[in-house]
């Protein structure tokens, strides 16, 4: 696929979205370079910002398989992966397959289950197959988690353990509307009587699964210079050296980021990656991997703020 196709196939998905979600730009175009970049994405936001319903939108604008899991307290990880159960006719085992057999998976506030559910995704999440009673089962090549949890100082959520959230290419923190889209979205949806749903707002399917294919070919063959890989990989190290991070990013981390990059030079129609696709990435791709030193926490400080400051300090290339 040329750049160019890719940046337009990219701007019908984004044009089918906005017809069911007000809004949400910045969401959209992390989803979409997650998906090229073979990544997942954690969206974190208060209930009613349209976080089911953007998944759903973007499932089917892109002809994707969809299934959702709706984690509770009481969720068992044979509830998202399937079993083997006995038939009693034949006298064999017969896979029975979890909803984490299709292609985009939507995790419906991850953090409502206990750290042991959670961890059923982990196999899944990183190497696109899940393991049942020693056999191992492969997943969809288009396979991406899209995840939302709300905040976690809210009652009844558990904070996602460390090596559940660094498989996660992107944790994207979703603000309410402004008063314009809100007075949009009300005239919209003020009037229905049942949720909302992508076939019924209007959203058509737009892509094919041969698209997709070429479109992450094309963003991993976008060229990544030494000089930027350079700048990542200082941006990535000061969250290590500087005291106001306790636990710093990981090699990994400096490797999704750059994965990132390439895809959103590619949605830009670019064969080459430039820092400021490194920049426009660099927080949502790591405040999920540091954690604040209890000083900084004393003197206010977030993780963002903290990560803001870091990328701004950090000299980019010309």
């Keep these: 696929m040329q750049l160019g196709e890719l940046r337009v196939l990219a701007e019908r998905i984004r044009v089918e979205i906005g017809k069911a979600?007000?809004?949400q730009a910045d969401t959209v175009n992390l989803m979409l370079?997650?998906?090229f970049a073979g990544g997942h994405v954690l969206l974190e936001g208060p209930p009613g910002t349209a976080k089911t319903l953007l998944a759903q939108c973007f499932s089917h604008a892109l002809d994707l398989q969809f299934g959702r899991i709706q984690f509770t307290p009481d969720l068992m990880p044979g509830d998202i992966l399937g079993s083997n159960?006995?038939?009693?006719?034949?006298?064999?085992f017969a896979l029975t397959k979890g909803p984490i057999f299709c292609d985009v998976l939507l995790a419906d506030e991850i953090n409502r289950t206990p750290p042991k559910t959670q961890a059923a995704l982990l196999e899944a999440m990183q190497e696109r197959g899940v393991t049942l009673d020693g056999k191992r089962h492969a997943l969809s090549d288009r396979f991406?988690?899209?995840a939302t949890q709300n905040p976690v100082e809210q009652q009844g959520a558990y904070p996602l353990p460390e090596a559940q959230l660094d498989r996660f290419l992107f944790k994207?923190?979703?603000?309410?509307?402004t008063a314009e889209e809100e007075k949009r979205i009300v005239a919209q949806h003020g009037m229905r009587t049942r949720a909302p749903d992508?076939?019924?707002l209007g959203v058509q399917k737009v892509a094919s699964a041969a698209e997709i294919a070429a479109a992450s070919e094309a963003a991993a063959q976008t060229r990544l210079t030494d000089e930027v890989v350079d700048y990542v990989v200082r941006i990535v190290r000061a969250t290590r050296e500087g005291a106001s991070f306790e636990l710093g990013a990981s090699p990994r981390a400096a490797a999704m980021l750059a994965a990132g990059a390439r895809a959103r030079a590619a949605l830009e129609g670019r064969d080459y990656v430039i820092p400021d696709d490194v920049k426009a990435l660099a927080l949502p791709a790591l405040r999920h991997r540091v954690l604040l030193s209890p000083a900084a926490e004393i003197?206010?400080?977030?993780t963002d703020a903290a990560l803001s400051s870091i990328i701004s300090q950090t000299e980019a290339p010309r």
């Design 33 to 35: 370079t997650a998906l």
């Design 198 to 200: 992508p076939i019924s």
């Design 172 to 177: 994207h923190v979703l603000a309410y509307p």
């Design 21 to 23: 979600v007000v809004g």
């Design 299 to 302: 003197e206010g400080r977030t």
């Design 85 to 92: 159960l006995f038939n009693f006719q034949t006298n064999t």
């Design 144 to 146: 991406i988690v899209i």
